[in-house]
C-alpha cells in the first residue's frame, strides 16, 4: 500500500507535468529541460518518502529487537531467581524458596509477554522489507529512466529541430506552388495575362484604325477623279481623256 501509494502519487504528479508540457509546448528544448527537472524534482521526492519509510521499519526493527532482548533478560532472571529458590530450598529454607520461585514465575510472564510483542511485530517487519526492497528498485528504476532521459535528450532535440525545418521546407514549398492559384505567383501571373490581354487589345484597335484611314484615302481619290472628270467635261474634254491628262492629287491627310 505505501509503494502505491508513494510512486501512485509521483507517476499523476509526473503526468500532469508531461502533459502540461506536451499542450504548452513551444521550444523544444525548453520542454525537454523543464522534462528533466521535473523528473529530478519527482525523484527526490520519491527518496525523501522511501527514506520516511525506511525510518519506520528501522524503528519497528529496533522496538523487535528490544522485545527480543528484553525477553531474553526475562528468561536468564527467571533462570536465576529459579536457581536461587532450588539452593534455599536445599538449605531447608523453604519460605525463601517459594519466593524466589515466584519472582521466576513473574519473570517468565515478563519473558511471555515480551516474546509475543516481538512475534506480533514481526509480520509486519516482513512486510515492510518487502514494500522498501520494491520501492528501493522502483526509485532506481526512475533513475535509470531519468538517465536515459538525458541521453536522449539530443536526440530528441535534433528530432525535433529536423521536423522543423521539414515543416518549414514543406510551408516555402507550398507558397510557391505555381499550380497554386492563390500563391503570389499565382496571382502574378495573373497579373501579367491581363496586362499581355490589354496590350494585344490595343494592338487590334491600333490595327483597325489605320485600317480606316486607308479606306478613308482610297475614298478621297475616287472623289478627287470625279471632281477632275467634271471639270473636264465642262472644259469641253472627253472624261477618259481627262482623267489621264489629270495630274494626281496629292495626299493630304
Known sequence: MAKQSIFGRISTLVRANINA???????????????VRDYTNSIADAEAAIAETIGNLRLLERDHQEDVQ?????????????????????????????KFDNLAKIALQRQISEENQAKAVEPTIAAQTEVVDKLKDGLNGMKQKLEQLKSKRSELLARAKTAEA????ADA???IDVLDPTSELGRFEDKIRRQEALAQGKQELAASSIDAQFNQLEDVGEL????????????GQQPA????????????P
Request: proline share 4%; hydrophobic share 40%; no cysteine.
Open 224 to 235: 478627287t477623279e470625279v471632281e477632275a472628270r467634271l471639270a473636264a467635261l465642262k472644259g
Open 166 to 169: 521539414q515543416n518549414k521546407v
Open 21 to 35: 508540457l506536451l499542450d504548452s509546448a513551444e521550444d523544444p528544448q525548453k520542454m525537454l529541460d523543464q522534462l
Open 241 to 252: 481623256q481627262a482623267a489621264i491628262d489629270a495630274p494626281s492629287a496629292p495626299y493630304t
Open 70 to 98: 528484553a525477553a531474553s533478560e526475562w528468561g536468564n532472571k527467571a533462570l536465576a531467581a529459579s536457581r536461587k529458590a532450588d539452593q534455599l530450598r536445599g538449605q531447608g529454607n523453604t519460605a525463601d524458596a517459594d
Open 173 to 175: 514549398v507550398k507558397s
